[in-house]
């Protein structure tokens, strides 16, 4: 298969059904159902595999079009975002992909859309090519979107759709005295970088809800060096922390021993520079010892640092980490 790295590993994957998003209309998907299109894991191939309309396939699979037009689909995203790029995942389909799509976006502020919408292109039909990764930029990135209109030519199957970007939300609207997730992936919190994650992305920190399972967090691999595992987020909005939470559901016989927090209010350089930037920030939660399979709150424990934008979880000396709330109020400063 065709792979290329992916460009866009500092956004978040806006098309993530784990986020809420959901195709709300579709053509056609007689073979595979559309909304496995969305879905995170990465596609698989189950040999054999047969069901009442085909070959199973993971992914969206329309019917092959004995008349003139082409299939197309329209998904909600969780959360409103900016979108920078996409990558059309073309895994497994080898003489059933699409030759080519494209992709059109709108932004309703209430709802879902209507004959009357406007869709606004933001790729231009692209070449497609089987059992691939296609990586694109897209135009307008400086406005954000709601909905997605995914174009395939004439038919055919589509296994991921990916759609970096991030997440938009209006600030305005949260309260000065509301307490919210400020690392949260729906607002706005991304991962930027980590020292290890062999088992599990640190993307997942940050995602709705409780992991289902061990994969479903950040795992590292086992440590056969001195030193320790850490992973740096960026806070959707500066703000000021009152409580932390460090779930390590699942994790076992591999959760870590204990963690520390380091935070920093960043106004300067770039985020190819957030790594050493971090070894100088200020401990926002000293050293803490952990249990399997549970969630640790600590707000007592907190040092008062002030509004923050980043922070490093370090945990000591590696294993996994479910979730990772920063719970706090906005600083509009």
Known sequence: MQTTSNPYKRTIN???????????????????????????????????????NGKWMDGWESRRKRFEGYDHAIIRLGVPGFIRGVDIDTSYFTGNYPPSASLEACFCADGDPTAQTHWTPILPAVDLQGNSHHFHDTSHQDQPWTHLRFNIYPDGGVARLRVYGMPYRDWSDVADDEQIDLAAALNG??????????????????????????????????????????????????????????????FKG?????????????????????????????????????QMHQEHEFSLELNDLGPITHLRLNIFPDGGVSRLRILGRVYRG
């Open 14 to 52: 806006l098309a993530d059904a784990r986020l809420g998003t959901q195709a709300i209309f579709v053509t056609d998907d007689w073979f595979a159902d559309v909304n496995r299109m969305l879905q995170p894991e990465p596609p698989v191939w189950k040999e054999g595999v047969f069901d009442d």
């Open 189 to 250: 919190g991304r991962a930027l970088a980590c020292s290890d994650e062999h088992y599990g992305t640190i993307s997942n920190l940050i995602n709705p809800g409780r992991g289902v399972n061990m994969g479903d967090g950040w795992e590292t691999a086992r440590r056969r060096t001195p030193g320790y595992d850490w992973a740096i987020l960026s806070l959707g909005h500066p703000g000021v922390v009152e409580k932390i939470i460090v779930d390590t559901l699942h």
């Open 254 to 290: 591999n959760y870590p021993d204990s963690c520390s927090i380091q935070a920093a209010y960043v106004k300067g350089g770039t985020e190819s520079q957030i790594e050493t930037q971090s070894l100088y920030w200020k401990e926002l939660l000293p050293s803490q010892k952990l």
